[in-house]
Each structure stands twice: as structure tokens, then as C-alpha cells.
């Protein structure tokens, strides 16, 4: 373990901080200025959390039950990010364990990824670089003419409403789409309010929906909700149909995803998650109509920074009993 002293004097009030997957800068510095000793990890998690008072993860790190029933001292869990999926809520509220999150430092450069997907849907963009490289200038050019199409008039399905989705609606709304929503939090009144159209159910929003945009947390009820059944009820229109999820690997069956892709089922499914992660392999590697990011979502500087200050303050907060 790397331990970092904050610039105050060690003394059994300081609270020692573990930090497994990294921080932006500032986030570091934002730490010793509050008085933590910070521990980041370069061995076993077990050992580095026996003596943690507080821990900070990404989705890199998954706390199980077992590594949070062997840290004794642990008195705050913080996640930079918003998904909860690798932490075993369960176990943490046994202990009394508080579990913060940076929700909405990250929205603004999610949702934006989103759009750059919804244009590679549309346009083609992958191809169409690799087009230009390869001597084909001419031949895509007058391929896209016939293929590609505009989001303005389209109809967008967002599953899901958290903060995420509201932006990613917000910037449909403002490319001219037809957007509708689902979540089981969300009702009509408050959807019309927000402007957008209210799917009481994952099918209905399905069948609407040319364009659907995956952002919904990872649990019992959405684990492998995306399947062929509702690929197969999206609206059979000349623009095709397109899939893109921001939201967690498994809310979508890759093998479904892969097959309609090869059936022609689905035009097109970009990704910026996967079920295993890192993904090394996958049925949609190679498939014509998929392209993929690293989930790259929360990585601009911007929101790093963000991400990184708002997860201290949360934790330190915690651990300080404000």
C-alpha cells in the first residue's frame, strides 16, 4: 500500500481513507486538506481495508459481503460514480455502513457520449473514417446518401429517468426527436411536465421507440430485461432500429443483441458497457451495425474533477458525523 500523509499531524483522530481505483488530482489533494490519511491500494483489498475507517471505489473494485463483514474499522463506503451494482448494499446496511455516491458530477459527460452513439447509429461514423483510410472515399459516400439518417423526427426511448436520462432527453429533445421514457418511478404527470411522452412499461416503450437509449441502474428487475422479445416489438420503420446503452452490461442479453444483429433485426446496438469488464471477447465483436467504447462515459476531465471532489467531501463528511 501507498499511504499518503495529509499535511496535519497523524493523531488517532485522523481517519485513514483508502482509495482503491484512483482519483483525479484534486480529489487527492481535497483529502489531505481534510485531514485523512490516504491509503491507495497496490496489494490485497482485504488487508488494505482491515485498517480503512473509509473507502472510496469505482466499478473497477467490487466490495462483497465477506471483504465488508473483515473491515472492522470501516465506517463509510464512498462511490465515485453512480452505480451501486458492485457493492453489496445488503452488507453495508447490516453494518451501518452509510454508502455516498458522486451522482450528477458525471450527467453532462454521459449523456454527451449518448448523443456521439445516437450519431454513430445514424451516420455511420466508424465506417465512414474507415472508408476514407482504406480508398473508399467515393463508394461510402454514395452508400450513406441512401443509408444514414437524421435524429430530427425520430422516435427516442429512454428506460429509465434518473439524472442521466433527463439530460439525454433534454438533448433529444433539442435534436428535434420524439421522446418517450419508462421508469418504474416515473408516472405521466411528471413525464409531461419534463416534456416527454410516459411508457408505462418497458414494452409499450419499445414499440414506440426507432431509437432506444439504455439508463437504468442494474438490479433484479432490469438484469437481462433487453431481449429479443423487445428488440423484435421496436417499429418496423426505414430508419431502422437502434440500441444504445449507457446504463450496465447486464441490463442487456449480449447473445440476443448479437443475434438480431446477424438477422437484421436490429440496424444497430452501441455500447459503452458490457456485461464482464474489461470485455477481452464477445459475440458482437466483428458484427457489422456494432460499435463499442471502453466505458469511457464518466472520463472527461471535467467530470473527473467533479466526481473526485464530490465523493471526498461526501465520505469526509461522513466519517466527520456532519
Not at 19 to 29: H, I, K, N, R, S
Request: aromatic fraction near 4%.
Amino acid at each position: 500500500m501507498r499511504i499518503l500523509l495529509a499535511a496535519a499531524a497523524c493523531s488517532a483522530l485522523q481517519p485513514t481513507v483508502l482509495v482503491t481505483d484512483g482519483l483525479a488530482p484534486c480529489g487527492l489533494e481535497r483529502l489531505a486538506e481534510r485531514g485523512a490519511k490516504i491509503v491507495e491500494l497496490d496489494g490485497s483489498l482485504q488487508e488494505a481495508l482491515s485498517t480503512a475507517d473509509g473507502v472510496i471505489v469505482r466499478s473497477a473494485t467490487t466490495l462483497t459481503a465477506t471483504l465488508i463483514e473483515q473491515a472492522p474499522k470501516l465506517r463509510c463506503i464512498g462511490r465515485a460514480g453512480v452505480g451501486l451494482d458492485n457493492i453489496d448494499l445488503e452488507a453495508a446496511a447490516q453494518r451501518k455502513i452509510p454508502v455516498v455516491t458522486s451522482a450528477g458530477a458525471s450527467t453532462r459527460a454521459v449523456s454527451e457520449l449518448c448523443m456521439a452513439h445516437l450519431l454513430q447509429c445514424a451516420r455511420g461514423l466508424i465506417q465512414a473514417d474507415r472508408a476514407v483510410s482504406t480508398g473508399a472515399f467515393k463508394a461510402f459516400k454514395g452508400q450513406a446518401a441512401s443509408s444514414a439518417h437524421e435524429l430530427g423526427g425520430k422516435k427516442l426511448g429512454i428506460l429509465g429517468f434518473g439524472r442521466i436520462a433527463r439530460e439525454i432527453a433534454w438533448l433529444g429533445v433539442a435534436f428535434g426527436m420524439d421522446v418517450a421514457a419508462h421508469s418504474p418511478s416515473l408516472d405521466a404527470d411528471e413525464a409531461y411536465e419534463s416534456g416527454v411522452l410516459f411508457a408505462d412499461s418497458p414494452q409499450a416503450l419499445f414499440a414506440r421507440s426507432t431509437h432506444v437509449v439504455l439508463s437504468c441502474p442494474l438490479n433484479d428487475a432490469t438484469r437481462n430485461l433487453v431481449n429479443r422479445d423487445l428488440i423484435e416489438s421496436m417499429p418496423s420503420e426505414e430508419c431502422g432500429r437502434h440500441l444504445v446503452n449507457v446504463a450496465r452490461g447486464g441490463v442487456a442479453v449480449e447473445t440476443d443483441i448479437a443475434a438480431c444483429l446477424n438477422e437484421g433485426l436490429l440496424t444497430s446496438y452501441a455500447t459503452d458497457v458490457f456485461e464482464e469488464e474489461p470485455c477481452v471477447a464477445s459475440p458482437l465483436f466483428g458484427l457489422e451495425g456494432f460499435s463499442a467504447t471502453p466505458h469511457i462515459g464518466a472520463a472527461t476531465r471535467e467530470a473527473q474533477d467533479a466526481v473526485s471532489l464530490m465523493v471526498v467531501d461526501r465520505v469526509m463528511d461522513e466519517l466527520a458525523g456532519d
